[in-house]
C-alpha cells in the first residue's frame, strides 16, 4: 500500500457554482438580493450617483506606468562625503568611485546631497544640494557649484 501525503490546506471555495461548491444552492452564500449578489463591483465604484471616482478624478496620464511615481535621485548626507579625500570634486563619478552610489542608479535617477551629518572636509560639490547641506560645506571651507534644488 502506498502512503499518501496528508493534505494540510483545503482549496478555496468557488461559490455560485451550484450544489457541487459545497456551498449549497440558490443564493450560495451571497446573501440575497443586490448588487453583490449579482455581479462583482468594479474598482472605481465609490456607491455614491452624484460624486465622481478617485480614479475618474486624477488627470489623465496615457500608457503603461500612469500610476507609477515619479522617480526621486539617490539621497547622499554629508558624513558620506569624508570618505572623499581633501579638497576633491564631488560628483557622480567620485561618488561611484569611492562606492557610495551604484553607477547604473545614479545615471537613472542622479543624486542629491543632504545636510546629514557633519563634514571635515574642504570638497568642491558639483551635484544638486540642499540648503542645509550647503550651509554645512561652506562653513567647512569647501565650494558649492551647482546651488541647491529644495
Known sequence: ?????????R????????YGSG?????????QKGQKSRKKIGI???GVKMKKSLIKRLPLRRGKGKLKAKA???IVNLDLLNLLSEGSRVNI????AFGIVNARQAEMFGV???????????????????????????????????????
Open 1 to 9: 500500500m502506498v502512503d499518501l501525503p496528508k493534505i494540510i490546506s
Open 11 to 18: 482549496g478555496k471555495k468557488r461559490r455560485g457554482r451550484g
Open 23 to 31: 456551498k449549497g444552492g440558490h443564493t450560495v452564500g451571497r446573501g
Open 44 to 46: 472605481i465604484f465609490e
Open 72 to 74: 526621486k535621485p539617490l
Open 93 to 96: 563619478n567620485s561618488l561611484v
Open 112 to 150: 542629491k546631497v543632504l545636510g546629514g551629518g557633519s563634514i571635515e572636509k574642504k570638497l568642491i560639490v558639483e551635484l544638486p544640494i540642499s540648503k542645509s547641506g550647503s550651509r554645512k560645506i561652506e562653513k567647512a571651507g569647501g565650494t558649492v557649484i551647482t546651488k541647491s534644488q529644495t
